[in-house]
């Protein structure tokens, strides 16, 4: 596996690698980035999230690869989670292949109570 892929992972460290969330953008947004253009409308930018939201990203490299992705507050207020689990699939980090996520369960924690769907 490429150093990429271990430093994202953790380098097998139990429990994975926390990443947090600090900017967003579109789909378009990355293609005109990527283009060296400006994005096809005002929507399609990035924005900074970091202090509006608090996000963790995980990756486990386990045998079942696991990764969760979810916010856990929003404007200050937290006690709560709401996001996913899911197996993901990197055939070839060397070559920049897409990455797959294939989601397990959606999760909601609030005031001591967790739900699955």
């Known amino acids: 596996k490429g150093s990429f892929f271990k430093k994202l992972s953790g380098e097998n460290r139990a429990g994975g ?3 947090r969330l ?3 953008a579109t789909r378009n947004a990355v293609v005109a980035a990527r283009k060296g253009t400006d994005p096809p409308s005002p929507l399609d930018r990035g924005w900074y999230v970091d202090g509006i ?3 963790v990203q995980r990756f486990e490299d ?3 690869r696991i ?3 979810g916010v856990f507050e929003f ?3 937290g ?3 709401f996001g996913y689990f899911a197996r993901f699939k990197w055939p070839s980090p060397e ?3 897409t990455m797959a996520f294939q989601p397990i369960t959606n999760s909601f924690t609030a005031f001591g109570k967790d739900w699955s769907w």
């Open 75 to 77: 404007l200050g207020i």
């Open 62 to 64: 386990t045998s079942r």
């Open 79 to 81: 006690g709560f989670f």
């Open 67 to 69: 990764n969760q992705n």
């Open 95 to 97: 070559k920049r292949a």
């Open 22 to 24: 600090v900017y967003l």
């Open 17 to 19: 690698k926390r990443w």
């Open 53 to 55: 939201v608090t996000a």
